[in-house]
């Protein structure tokens, strides 16, 4: 089936600096993608729809200057955490739906960061 | 009121017990309803569709009530592989995803 690629897995990175995560679509093409965010035992909370070629939509709460999101390509969304602070420290998972041909969201391996 | 409700849970079941979880969404346009799984720390991972129909998959069966903006599924013979959290999941206009708070179920031996 569709396969979405997110890297990295896990990172660990020091207070204040940035974070750049990627998400992309292997074999079909995403034009909206979204990002969501999971604190432990909560459920997912969708963070923004990120739409090629296009600025992001953000949900209520979630600050676009410090999560930006660039969807440059129909196969490629990233999430920057900018001056990241403990506070971030999440699982962060994308998903895609082909827009052509399918209603199911295809999801990411996630994101495990941790700021320390 | 959240656009997507579930069961509250934790369900802890014996191994064979038979368990149901139920969600109910605000938006009456929503167009496509599954059940997603979520192992811990992994991502979530789809279990199967919702149709008005109702559909079976084996010891699943999910079914749709459009009128009540209702949602369940079913889980017969519980098995100790089937502990994790089940997501109710909905997809509205313009490609957006709901999720559900999600249920987490413990199937014990």
């Known amino acids: 089936g569709a396969v979405v690629s997110q890297h990295p897995s896990r990172v660990i990175c020091k207070s204040g600096t940035s974070v750049k995560i990627e998400c992309r679509s292997l074999?079909?093409?995403?034009?909206?993608m979204f990002w969501y965010r999971q604190f432990p035992k909560q459920s997912l909370m969708l963070m923004a729809t990120?739409?090629?070629?296009?600025?992001?939509?953000?949900e209520q709460g979630v600050e676009k200057d410090k999560f930006l999101i660039n969807h440059a390509s129909l196969t490629l969304s990233t999430l920057t955490v900018t001056s990241a602070h403990p506070e971030d420290s999440s699982f962060y998972i994308c998903?895609?739906?082909?827009?052509?041909?399918?209603?199911?969201?295809?999801f990411g391996q996630g994101t495990r960061l941790t700021v320390v | 009121r959240k656009e997507v409700e579930q069961d509250p849970g934790p369900f802890n079941v014996p191994e064979g017990a038979t368990v149901a979880f139920n969600c109910t969404y605000s938006?009456?346009?929503?167009?496509?309803f599954f059940w997603y799984r979520q192992d811990c720390r992994k991502e979530p991972k789809l279990l199967m569709s919702?149709?008005?129909s109702g559909n079976e998959d084996g010891r699943f069966t999910a079914q749709l009530n459009r009128a009540s903006q209702y949602i369940s599924l079913l889980i017969r013979d519980s098995k100790l592989s089937d502990s994790a959290t089940y997501l109710c999941?909905?997809?509205?206009?313009?490609?957006?995803?709901?999720f559900g708070a999600g249920t987490r179920l413990f199937v014990k031996a």
């Open positions: 998903s895609a739906r082909n827009a052509f041909s399918s209603t199911e969201a295809f």
């Open positions: 074999d079909f093409q995403a034009t909206t």
């Open positions: 990120s739409n090629e070629g296009s600025k992001a939509t953000y």
């Open positions: 938006n009456s346009a929503s167009q496509s």
């Open positions: 919702v149709y008005s």
């Open positions: 999941v909905v997809h509205t206009g313009g490609f957006k995803t709901i």
